[in-house]
């Protein structure tokens, strides 16, 4: 591992799979390495996949089959900046009918409890405009929402 900071993030065992699915899903996404267990472990045994190197838009991610003992949860999530409604569509859609599930405001989980923010950018610019009541307007139809549909956030937006 070369990179000075890594993102690492806890599986039960299916490490590889969710590599596998970003790298499918998200540009400039790879899995770069794999690493089995040199010895047995409470959650596995020697040769088991134990790590999982690998990029998810760039960013430098090691995934560990650590077991059943911790799950993600909101408090951590990816933020991805869409610029187009297909954009949004695409990627919402991969992670939620990949057995994902819907949040609000943009948010979705993948099937292994990771929080996204599928986010255009249009919204983005509609919540910080500097017409306070135009911001709002984008702000309060964005609270409706769980996928971003840009026209509704730009036609609250316009008022």
């Known amino acids: 591992?070369?990179?000075?900071?890594?993102?690492?993030?806890?599986?039960?065992?299916?490490?590889?799979?969710?590599?596998?699915?970003?790298?499918?899903?998200?540009?400039?996404?790879?899995?770069?390495?794999?690493?089995?267990?040199?010895?047995?472990?409470?959650?596995?045994?020697?040769g088991d996949v134990l790590t999982v190197e690998f990029k998810v838009m760039g960013i430098p991610c090691l995934g560990l089959n650590g077991g059943a003992a911790f799950k993600h949860n909101e408090a951590f999530s990816f933020q991805v900046a869409t610029d187009d409604q297909a954009e949004t569509d695409?990627?919402?859609?991969?992670?939620?009918?990949?057995?994902?599930?819907?949040?609000?405001?943009?948010?979705?989980?993948?099937?292994?409890?990771?929080?996204?923010?599928?986010?255009?950018?249009?919204?983005?610019?509609?919540?910080?405009?500097s017409d306070h009541a135009a911001a709002k307007r984008a702000f309060e139809a964005m609270m409706t929402m769980s996928k971003i549909d840009i026209a509704a956030i730009e036609t609250a937006r316009r008022g």
């Not at 990627?91 to 949040?103: D, F, H, K, M």
């Open 90 to 129: 695409r990627l919402w859609n991969a992670i939620v009918q990949n057995g994902g599930q819907e949040s609000a405001c943009g948010w979705c989980k993948d099937k292994w409890g990771l929080s996204w923010q599928i986010t255009p950018r249009a919204l983005i610019a509609a919540v910080t405009d």
């Open 1 to 46: 591992m070369l990179n000075k900071n890594t993102i690492c993030l806890w599986y039960d065992g299916t490490a590889l799979d969710a590599a596998k699915f970003y790298a499918e899903t998200f540009p400039d996404s790879t899995v770069d390495a794999i690493h089995r267990a040199p010895g047995d472990y409470p959650s596995g045994k020697e």
